[in-house]
């Protein structure tokens, strides 16, 4: 079995003095979700698949979800990782929407499936072409995969796109799986499509990461009961349990109430960053383009032609000479783009947006 390096996830250790390069919001602390802890509660866990009481808040967060639709799992990646555990056979075609988080891509490679690849286009507003779509798809495909609202782009599926998606997939009995992780960051406040209701064969994957609790490992698959139950056979190979303390912290964050604030808390710091980044952009335009997110808290931005480098090597630069971190394009299958988080404090955008401008000069300078 041959593992690939997954780039991304290491290039992100990397030592710097401010971190841009990530994909989420500034993260809550412990006492914004609980402040009287029950220190008698025992540190087990208890149903593998999760509390009857947790899947039912999440369920509630989705239109038309039951609790019977819904297996908790250690966050999106063993969701994504336990539905390829259980649709994939070797040889399945693996059909993704690109740019992406490449995580479940890797390990449909690692279980032996092939991974056919079609790109959205900046030039096309990051819009998906239906005439590729349409032309990709095959009697082999046994997923159609992508992130909706997308990493990194910010761009997001409306209802008609993901319908006509899962009518596609439907033609040839493939199942849809949306990485929904971005789920409230979309800047009209509105979640974006999912395949769930438009499909048998659709599944959601999410988890607490991107509302700011990167740390109780909380995630979730919503599908068909028959989906569900198999996937749960899966879980009691890989994690049997997600954490105990982090599905107590879940329940309290999922209550809609503490989810509402904690969406509208995120919202007000990506907003007023994103002002700024735009309004940077714009300003220097000719270093620098882009298609605005819908959602999401990263820009991808494409730099000028005239540098020379790719996208690995204008962000191990940035980093040497400016210490602060970006994530490269080619670690989302498109090279010259970087990925820009600007969830970050809003204290801190200026300066991430300074030493950029600073840096980009002298590139230009260099390659003129």
């Known amino acids: 079995m041959k593992v690939e390096e997954f780039k991304l996830e290491r290039w992100l250790l990397k030592p710097c003095e401010i971190d841009a390069g990530g994909g989420g919001v500034t993260k809550l602390k412990l006492r914004d979700i609980v402040t ?38 250690t966050a999106t990646s063993e969701a994504n990782l336990l539905c390829n555990l259980h649709l994939l056979e070797p040889g399945d075609e ?25 790109y959205l286009s900046m030039d096309k507003k990051w819009k998906l072409d239906f005439k590729l779509l349409r032309k990709s798809v095959t009697r082999k495909t046994k997923i159609i995969f992508f992130d909706n609202p997308n990493n990194p ?15 596609l997939a439907e033609e040839v009995g493939a199942y849809v799986i949306c990485d929904n992780a971005l789920r ?11 395949p769930f209701k438009y499909s048998d064969r659709g599944i959601i994957t999410g988890s607490l990461s991107k509302l700011g609790m990167t740390g109780p490992r909380i995630g979730w698959i919503i599908a068909n009961k028959d989906i569900v ?83 690995e090597e ?3 630069r940035f980093l040497k ?18 990925r820009i988080n600007f969830g970050c404090k809003n204290e801190m955008m200026p300066e991430i947006l300074k030493r950029l401008k600073n840096y980009m000069k002298r590139l230009l300078s260099t390659f003129r």
């Open 36 to 73: 009287n802890i029950d220190y008698d509660q025992l540190l087990n866990y208890g149903p593998t698949n999760g509390s009857e009481r947790l899947r039912r808040l999440i369920a509630e967060w989705y239109p038309g979800v039951k609790a019977e639709n819904v297996l908790v799992t």
């Open 94 to 118: 693996y059909l993704a929407i690109y740019p992406l988080y490449e995580q479940t891509t890797g390990f449909a490679k690692i279980l032996g499936c092939p991974v056919k690849k079609i």
């Open 153 to 167: 782009t910010g761009a997001c599926f409306n209802e008609k796109e993901m319908k006509a998606i899962c009518q």
């Open 184 to 194: 409230g960051s979309e800047l009209d406040g509105k979640p974006a499509a999912t």
């Open 229 to 311: 139950n198999a996937c749960w056979k899966f879980k009691d190979y890989t994690t049997l349990s997600h954490p105990g303390i982090g599905e107590y912290l879940a329940t309290i964050a999922m209550q809609k109430e503490n989810r509402l604030r904690y969406i509208q808390r995120n919202l007000e710091i990506s907003k007023k960053n994103l002002s700024m980044l735009s309004d940077w952009i714009d300003e220097n335009c000719e270093m620098v383009n882009w298609v605005a997110p819908k959602a999401g808290f990263t820009g991808f931005l494409k730099y000028a032609d005239r540098i020379s480098f790719t996208s």
């Open 314 to 316: 204008f962000c191990i």
């Open 321 to 338: 000479e400016e210490n602060v971190l970006l994530s490269p394009g080619e670690y989302f299958g498109m090279d010259r783009y970087f």
